[in-house]
């Protein structure tokens, strides 16, 4: 009998280090299938991006110039190694002159834009708030209005990028959602995108293409990194322990909006050729003898600015970037004003899908529609109110509410 057990438990050890064989095997096969496949991936889209550099340009036609604001710090630090490898080649293949500047802080791409000189193609390697940085930076320029017109390419490589799903297609491969934004930007593959100015009291604009968020889901969400002993519970920690400090969170303000606006048609842009001498001389000599009479001005009707309060546990303000519609009409942002009126179970479930989704409208919440609005909060260090009674005062007046020093927020499509 012992022989037989003893049988058994050389058996059973065998079996296990088979076993075990058996899935490390596996494991490696799979792992080096799939950089077989990513190596696959790179290959062709460098073959690609050759057709474009075998082709021969006229002598009168200058090389195209593309700037890359590179953010070595997006994607845990691998977005360095994600370009290099997927995306430069194809870029160097392509027979564009180009140069990468790589920043090295937060907002360096922004003052970078404000001093960058002419070039015919500006690349952002990185994430949604790399991509913010360089559209801030390009539209606080003095020249705004014509270096506006440089087509912006998006290379996905930060950990949020919401903008990524719009431009390109749904892809589970991160060399093939890489190697395809970057060849979509050699085909000139372009979509018009809204862009949302935030106006301050003081500070220059900022600009933004997803939205903006403010409330108790964003701050908990600010804070889930502090909680990185918990492991896959610190994102519901976060929310936990934020309850403990004050509930219900209520978060007052004041809103201010217009309406929707009708959405002017696009017109090509077509250059009328200049008349023969003879016609502009008879316009010149036609408007010096006949002045132009002055026009009488017109009586503009004041705006329909639409008043209310808010106590909210988030409000955020979206562009319809996410769900891009080119055939609308209208041109509005969307407002989700959400109720403070929740449990902190529902809370803290909710936090966890707005980690996921951070733009994400429960239901429930209140929602508008806005071209423009001004949001009035309070700043911080004002002594809380429970509610607010005196309505929010019309910008062109001077009025001021007693119970709090208000912090005036224009935001404008």
């Excluded at 049988?7 to 065998?14: A, C, D, I, S």
């Excluded at 995306?87 to 791409?109: F, M, R």
């Excluded at 309406?259 to 009328?272: I, L």
């Excluded at 508008?368 to 001004?374: G, V």
Aim: aromatic share 8%; glycine share 6%.
């Amino acid at each position: 009998m012992a022989k037989v057990i003893k049988m058994f438990h050389t058996l059973r050890n065998h079996w296990k280090k088979t076993t075990a064989g058996a899935c490390l095997l596996t494991w490696g096969g799979n792992w080096l299938y799939g950089k077989h496949c990513d190596n696959l991936l790179r290959r062709a889209a460098c073959q690609e991006a050759q057709v474009f550099g075998n082709q021969i340009l006229p002598s009168s036609m200058q090389i195209k110039k593309a700037t890359v604001f590179l953010n070595p710090a997006a994607c845990k630090g691998k977005a360095r190694s994600l370009f290099e490898k997927n995306a430069a080649p194809i870029l160097h293949l392509s027979g564009l002159d180009v140069t990468v500047v790589k920043t090295d802080y937060e907002g360096q791409a922004k003052k970078l834009l404000e001093l960058m000189e002419n070039t015919d193609m500006i690349i952002v390697a990185g994430g949604d708030g790399t991509l913010q940085e360089v559209i801030t930076g390009l539209l606080r320029r003095v020249d705004e209005a014509a270096f506006s017109k440089i087509p912006i390419g998006f290379i996905p490589l930060g950990k949020t990028s919401t903008l990524s799903h719009t431009l390109y297609p749904e892809s589970a491969n991160q060399v093939q959602h890489i190697t395809d934004a970057t060849l979509s930007i050699l085909k000139g593959e372009t979509i018009p995108l809204d862009v949302l100015q935030i106006k301050g009291n003081k500070d220059q604009p900022v600009f933004a293409v997803t939205g903006l968020r403010w409330g108790s889901y964003r701050d908990a969400g600010a804070k889930v990194s502090k909680y990185w002993y918990l492991g896959p519970l610190k994102i519901k920690a976060a929310h936990f322990f934020n309850t403990l400090k004050e509930w219900p969170q209520k978060h007052l303000a004041s809103l201010s909006y217009l309406d929707p606006t009708p959405r002017p048609p696009e017109e090509p842009e077509q250059k009328t050729p200049r008349p023969p001498l003879y016609i502009r001389l008879y316009k010149r000599l036609a408007h010096y003898w006949t002045p132009v009479p002055k026009e009488i001005p017109k009586e503009v009707t004041p705006e329909a600015w639409r008043e209310m309060q808010l106590s909210a546990i988030e409000f955020s303000v979206t562009t319809q970037n996410r769900h891009l519609d080119l055939k609308r009409t209208e041109d509005f942002m969307n407002i989700c004003i959400e109720p403070d009126s929740i449990s902190k179970g529902e809370y803290i479930k909710r936090g966890s899908q707005k980690m996921e989704d951070p733009h994400l409208c429960p239901e429930g919440s209140q929602c508008l529609q806005a071209s423009r609005c001004i949001l009035q909060l309070p700043e911080p260090g004002s002594p809380p109110v429970n509610h607010v009674t005196s309505p929010r005062p019309h910008p062109s007046t001077g009025h001021s509410i007693d119970s709090f020093t208000w912090l005036e927020c224009a935001l404008e499509l």
